[in-house]
């Protein structure tokens, strides 16, 4: 599989919309030229961003509990 992909394809892979895939370049995903996206650091980015996210909602959960 080739490393660079446009935003539709990396939205297909990520299973989001191509308008949400420029919301995450946005928020700092990186991306190579206009329209194209490395595959590899484009995965690592969102999998960082996912385990950020989910960390986050663990803390409150945490919290809630212990009230």
Request: charge should be positive.
């Amino acid at each position: 599989m080739k490393d660079i992909v446009n935003g539709k394809q990396l939205g297909v892979l990520f299973g989001i919309t191509e308008r949400a895939v420029l919301n995450l370049v946005e928020e700092g995903m990186p991306k190579r030229t206009r329209g194209k996206y490395s595959l590899t650091k484009c995965t690592q980015w969102y999998i960082e961003k996912l385990k950020t996210k989910n960390n986050g909602r663990a803390s409150r959960v945490e919290k809630q509990n212990q009230s």
